[in-house]
């Protein structure tokens, strides 16, 4: 699942099948509802969305392999926040406050602060440590949404 896989690929207009440990089950178990994919490339332009839309929204996490891990609350966190600062998003859920902690102890520097996470220490044994840093803060950024349409994410239309 590196992204330097797909960065010079050509892949416009082609169907790519991608399965995940946890995100994949996660997807699958909320799809009775409107599922987006975000992360750090494009979450901005999904915070405008679900800004511009004003409905409810679940951020869910999905961690790794059944588990917590310590990225997905953070990001939650990050989109939390660009929801809340909207002043059309409030939460009094503990869990999201645990998670805007979380990001705001680590700094404005998430790949150092995750260094001792689990998943972290597991990437960096698989010698994918530019993937981690790529992930946490892309160089660049993305203005596709992903939603789930029939089991598979296309790009959001409109």
Known sequence: NSPFDYI???VKGKTLVLTT???TKAIYNAREHKVITASYINIEVVAKHLIEEHNDV???CSGWKGVFNLEDPIFAGSLANLLMDSDKYKSSCDSLFASIQLLKNSNGDLFNYL???SHRKRLKSLKMEDD???CLSPP???SIIPILKADKLVILEG
Request: charged share 20%; glycine share 6%; hydrophobic share 35%.
């Open 8 to 10: 010079n690929a050509d």
């Open 140 to 142: 660049i950024k993305s």
């Open 58 to 60: 679940i951020i869910l």
């Open 132 to 134: 981690t840093r790529f």
């Open 21 to 23: 440990t946890n995100g």
């Open 115 to 117: 260094s001792d996470s």
